[in-house]
């Protein structure tokens, strides 16, 4: 999952992307409203991170910006001060939900974990396919109880896959949710994770769409 962090605190941003990072999160960071603006603008993020008070331009008209252009990814916004008229300004420009400075960065991490669940339509922590599970607190996978031990990348790569069970998801998409936009992006290295993280699973549940991409789902429901 790809993440995109915008705040001006050059501590406090580096702080933010480090620990989302540690999380297994890809990550992107701006340190103005502009710059995160154009970024949330123009590249698919899973989720935001985003200061309210930021230079150039404020995180309210940032957000109304994105929901107005309809940008729909789920956005955590931080409030400077514990101020109820902040977090409204911020609710009523289209924020999923916030967190107060100064906060905990576990709580950060969890409000994190929660939007993007919540914005795939789990209510759990725990996604599960047939004998598949991922637990997205712990980052622990499962095969019918017994641990897999992933890569990192292999791990994002089932993350994304988990939280859009179901649904076919193309090889760009995948090297836009899974690299950072420094990365050297190379869509064929996809397919060669693919074939590694099935073989370690073992199981039938990742399939091959052919010419269109690679979709989880249970294994009876196999195509
Ligand atoms: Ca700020």
């Not at 103005?32 to 008070?53: M, R, S």
Request: net charge negative.
């Amino acid at each position: 999952m790809r993440l995109l962090v915008v705040e001006d605190d050059p501590d406090l941003n580096r702080q933010l992307v480090q620990a989302l990072r540690d999380a297994g999160y890809v990550v992107d960071k701006a340190t103005d409203g502009e710059e995160g603006h154009f970024l949330g603008d123009t590249e698919p993020y899973d989720g935001v991170i985003l200061d309210l008070g930021l230079p150039v331009l404020d995180g309210v008209s940032v957000l109304e910006k994105w929901r107005r252009a309809g940008r729909k990814m789920p956005v955590l916004i931080l409030t400077a001060r514990d101020r109820w008229s902040d977090k409204v300004a911020g609710f009523d420009a289209g924020a999923d939900d916030y967190v107060a400075k100064p906060f905990h960065m576990e709580e950060v991490l969890a409000r994190v974990r929660a939007l993007l669940r919540r914005s795939a339509g789990h209510a759990t922590s725990e996604l599960t396919c047939g004998p598949l599970a991922l637990d997205t607190k712990s980052a622990r996978v499962t095969v019918d109880g017994t641990a897999v031990k992933l890569t990192s990348l292999e791990f994002r790569l089932l993350s994304y896959l988990m939280h859009h069970k179901g649904k076919v998801v193309s090889r760009t998409e995948l090297v836009e949710h899974l690299y950072d936009q420094d990365f050297d992006r190379d869509s064929n290295t996809i397919e060669v994770f693919v074939g590694r993280l099935r073989k370690k699973l073992g199981v039938d549940v990742l399939h091959t769409i052919r010419g269109m991409g690679y979709c989880i789902s249970e294994p009876e429901n196999a195509g």
